[in-house]
Every structure is written in structure tokens, then in C-alpha cells.
């Protein structure tokens, strides 16, 4: 009772935390200049080749690209994966007054048969008067999954194979500054449902929607969406506060094959603890995520590692948990190792629980920690090229990603 209490309070920090107003991250952030020139691997990459810099342009460069092709052991599945990940970060308005905005494309195939083509994109209009985000996906996604709750044993999976289709498309509108109000459109279509062997996933989870093999699940849904984000850069965010709220309601008017409705809040906070020097930042990451009503396609449950950004649960395979219901804590220090920034460590602890499927209660608390290593890829827009290694009781990962986790 006492683990509980004491993880529930973790979850619970972030709110507490969001406290500390947006003026005085300005503060915060004007303080923490420093003199250090910083530098990156592309500072790198020119000295090294000899390589001088264009002459100086009183013209901004108005993009800037990270760039990462890659094989490596992909930390989702446990197998080889070929990847190149793409992030293009740039300005619509003044940069005093705007967000950054980016986009990232990251194809991606795996050597045990899955493959991608994902597009993000985090559009901030000049003021931040708008926030427009998308998320549009097409996969072959075969994937492991270990049923509903989360007291499943790890030798206790089954595989599913299936393709994937995503559209899911928000827009918000300043309410006051730092407050944003909208509307999104959700899509996600999961087609050619099948099994691996005799049994059957509807067997397996003994969950009947969007299980059939053979069947495809069809969700289609408004969003409301609450947005509150002080972060000027949600690449590699400096001190600030985020809190996300989106309410889904999918219905067959709109074709959804079943009518469902789900929750999902997002909280985060960053903390500065020094005021000059590198980087010396305590980070907090916090969601909740529910099935409010039943017909949600199991595929859409809660899921670890399939909230919007596929980042958390480093340490666990994806999926290794699923249910109605998914409590999320995960608490990361980030520290620059030089003073330049070129590089830097981080140290990161996390616990999930999902509910059970009698009950609907939160009994198993699953933890991982681990560490990483970040490198300045592009100094202007703050990309790091993320390497983390992460280990629970029954796995052990090694994540590599353009961008912070949180």
C-alpha cells in the first residue's frame, strides 16, 4: 500500500509543479545565459574536414535540418533496425515572440519484417496565435502482445500481425498567452488483423473488439484539446511547464465501427537548477490515459509506448502493458558534460501500472531506469541525437532518437 501511495504521489508532482509561472522561466532563462560559445557536430564535422563556415548574412537561415541515418537494435522490438530520422526546425514569426516549429519523418524498417513511413509536425504560427499539430502514419507493424492487465507473464505473448493507417490532424487557437483551445480529427484504421498460429488474438486477450481475425478495426473520432505550454522549444525543452488534455469521441456517424470515447492527460514540468553554466535541468513527465467507455478496439487500448509520441517505457518492450486504464511517471536529470554543449548525459527512472481487467484497478507497479548519452546535433534548433539505455526486470532496450524523450 505504502509503493502505491508513494508512486501515485510521483504522478501527482507535475500539478504541483506547474505552478511556478511563465515569467519566471523568462527570468530563469536570461539569467542562464552563457558567455561559452556553443558548438555542435556540425562545428565538428566542419573543423575537422576543414570545412569554413559561409560568410556572415544579415539574412537568418530561416530552416534548420538534423539528419540521422542508422542500424541499430531497435529498443521496441528487440530486433535489427534500418532507420533515418529527419527533423526540420524553423520559424514563422519572430523568434522572440514564436515557438519553434518542426517536422520529423522517420522511415523506418525492422529486419523481422515491419516498416514505416510516420510524419510528424508542430506548427506554431507568428505569436503563437495558432498551434497546428499532425501525426499521419502508414505501417506493417507485426508486434508482440501480452494480453490485457498487468500481471501477464513475459513468456505469456502473442503475436499479431497487421497494417496500420493514421491521420490525426489538431488546431488550437490562443486563448491567453501560453493557453490554447481546439478542435482534431483522429483516424486510426487497423487492417488485416491476423494471427500467428492456431490461436487467435480474441482467444488469447479474450477481448472482443477488434480482435476477428482477418477483420480490420476503424476508429474514427473528433478531439477536444486543452493545450497550456510555456516551452519555447519542444525539441529540447528548456525550463517551462506542458499540460495536454484530449477528450476523443469516436462515433459511426463518422465510420467508426464502434462508438468509444477515451481521455488522455499529458503533464510535464522543467526545472533549471542552476542559473548560469551548462545545462543542468530536472525534468518530470507524468499522463494518464483511459477508456471511458467500452467498444474501444484493443489495439486502441492504453498501451505502454504507444502514447501520441511512441517515447515512453524506455527500458520495456512496446506494448508490454495494456488495458482500459495507463498511469505513467517517469522523472529524467539532464546535465551538459561540456560547456560548449557538445555534449551531454542524462539519468532517467520510470514506473507504469495499467488496470486490471476485473477490477479496474491499479495493483502492479512496473519500474526501469537507466542512462544516455546526448550529442549537439544542430546548436540552433537544439537537436540532440539522443543514445539511452534503459532495463526493467524483464528486458533491457537501447534507444536512439533525434530530440529528447520528453
Known amino acids: 500500500m505504502v509503493k502505491r501511495l508513494t508512486t501515485l504521489l510521483l504522478c501527482l508532482l507535475p500539478f504541483t509543479l506547474l505552478a511556478q509561472s511563465a515569467?519566471?522561466?523568462?527570468d530563469t532563462l536570461k539569467k542562464g545565459a552563457d558567455?561559452?560559445?556553443?558548438?555542435?557536430?556540425?562545428?565538428?564535422?566542419?573543423?575537422?574536414?576543414?570545412?569554413?563556415?559561409?560568410?556572415?548574412?544579415?539574412?537568418?537561415?530561416?530552416?534548420?535540418?538534423?539528419?540521422?541515418?542508422i542500424s541499430s537494435s531497435d529498443g521496441r522490438s528487440g530486433g535489427r533496425a534500418l532507420f533515418t530520422s529527419t527533423t526540420a526546425g524553423f520559424y514563422l514569426g519572430d523568434e522572440t515572440t514564436t515557438n519553434l516549429s518542426s517536422v520529423t519523418f522517420t522511415p523506418y524498417f525492422n529486419l523481422r519484417g515491419r516498416y514505416g513511413l510516420p510524419i510528424r509536425s508542430n506548427i506554431w504560427t507568428n505569436n503563437n496565435e495558432w498551434n497546428i499539430s499532425g501525426d499521419t502514419r502508414i505501417l506493417v507493424y507485426p508486434q508482440t502482445t501480452w494480453g490485457l492487465g498487468g500481471n501477464q507473464a513475459a513468456g505469456n505473448k502473442f503475436l499479431v500481425n497487421?497494417?496500420?493507417?493514421?491521420?490525426?490532424?489538431?488546431?488550437?487557437?490562443?486563448?491567453?498567452?501560453y493557453l490554447y483551445a481546439g478542435l482534431g480529427y483522429d483516424l486510426d484504421y487497423y487492417m488485416d488483423i491476423e494471427s500467428d498460429g492456431e490461436n487467435t488474438l480474441s482467444n488469447f486477450t479474450n477481448y472482443k473488439y477488434g480482435t476477428?481475425?482477418?477483420?480490420?478495426?476503424?476508429?474514427?473520432?473528433?478531439?477536444?484539446?486543452?493545450?497550456?505550454?510555456?516551452?519555447?522549444?519542444?525539441?529540447?525543452?528548456?525550463?517551462?511547464?506542458?499540460?495536454n488534455i484530449v477528450y476523443r469521441f469516436n462515433t459511426k456517424i463518422l465510420g467508426s465501427h464502434t462508438d468509444w470515447q477515451s481521455l488522455y492527460i499529458d503533464?510535464?514540468?522543467?526545472?533549471?537548477?542552476?542559473?548560469?553554466?551548462?545545462?543542468?535541468?530536472?525534468?518530470?513527465?507524468?499522463?494518464f490515459w483511459t477508456s471511458l467507455t467500452p467498444g474501444t478496439p484493443y489495439l486502441n487500448l492504453p498501451s505502454l509506448g504507444w502514447e501520441p509520441y511512441q517515447r515512453s517505457g524506455r527500458g520495456f518492450v512496446q506494448s508490454r502493458y495494456r488495458s482500459e486504464r495507463l498511469a505513467y511517471f517517469e522523472t529524467e536529470y539532464r546535465r551538459d558534460i561540456t560547456r560548449n554543449g557538445l555534449l551531454g548525459f542524462v539519468l532517467f527512472a520510470n514506473v507504469n501500472s495499467v488496470s486490471e481487467p476485473v477490477t479496474k484497478r491499479f495493483v502492479y507497479w512496473h519500474p526501469a531506469g537507466g542512462t544516455g548519452l546526448r550529442f549537439k546535433f544542430n546548436k540552433k534548433s537544439g537537436t540532440n541525437i539522443?543514445?539511452?539505455?534503459?532495463?526493467s526486470r524483464d528486458f533491457s532496450s537501447l534507444n536512439l532518437n533525434l530530440g529528447e524523450t520528453f
Open 386 to 391: 539522443s543514445l539511452d539505455y534503459g532495463i
Open 212 to 243: 476477428q481475425t482477418g477483420h480490420d478495426a476503424f476508429s474514427s473520432g473528433i478531439t477536444f484539446n486543452l493545450l497550456y505550454d510555456t516551452r519555447k522549444n519542444s525539441i529540447n525543452p528548456l525550463p517551462g511547464a506542458y499540460a
Open 267 to 287: 503533464l510535464r514540468k522543467y526545472i533549471s537548477l542552476t542559473n548560469s553554466g551548462p545545462k543542468n535541468v530536472l525534468a518530470f513527465w507524468s499522463y
Open 162 to 177: 497487421y497494417k496500420y493507417g493514421r491521420f490525426y490532424q489538431t488546431v488550437l487557437a490562443k486563448i491567453q498567452p
Open 23 to 26: 515569467e519566471h522561466v523568462a
Open 35 to 69: 558567455t561559452i560559445a556553443q558548438r555542435d557536430l556540425i562545428d565538428v564535422f566542419r573543423s575537422v574536414f576543414k570545412i569554413k563556415p559561409r560568410g556572415a548574412s544579415t539574412q537568418k537561415k530561416k530552416v534548420y535540418f538534423s539528419f540521422l541515418p
